[in-house]
């Protein structure tokens, strides 16, 4: 893996757990919580200020913006009890199937 790829996956599990963090500050009533996730953020974006250094723009941010989004998504579905509707999961799919052609292809 080079350091593109390296810095692109820290930068989106950093803004998975800054969505997790944000959720457990309670709207920022837990104020550790509400750090952690101002934390996270601030570091997800540091690193991916290295990932567009080298990749374009466009296609940095579209995959960084749809996998954080899946794996937030089944982040709340395995701890917080989210239930999908069959159009989401359906929505899930293309973004997995875009993350797979921005991917290889691009």
Do not use: P
Not at 30 to 55: D, P, R
Not at 74 to 96: E, H, P, Q
């Amino acid at each position: 893996m080079n350091n593109e790829m390296l810095f692109l996956s820290l930068s989106i599990l950093l803004d998975v757990a800054a969505n997790i963090f944000l959720k457990k500050s309670n709207g920022f009533r837990q104020k550790l919580w509400g750090l952690a996730a101002i934390v996270s953020i601030l570091l997800a974006f540091i690193a991916f200020s290295q990932v567009i250094k080298t990749m374009d723009l466009s296609i940095a941010y579209a995959f960084w913006g749809a996998a954080g989004l899946i794996l937030t998504t089944f982040v709340d579905i395995t701890f917080y009890g989210l239930r999908l509707k069959n159009s989401a999961i359906a929505g899930i799919a293309c973004m997995i199937t875009g993350i797979v052609l921005i991917k290889y292809v691009a």
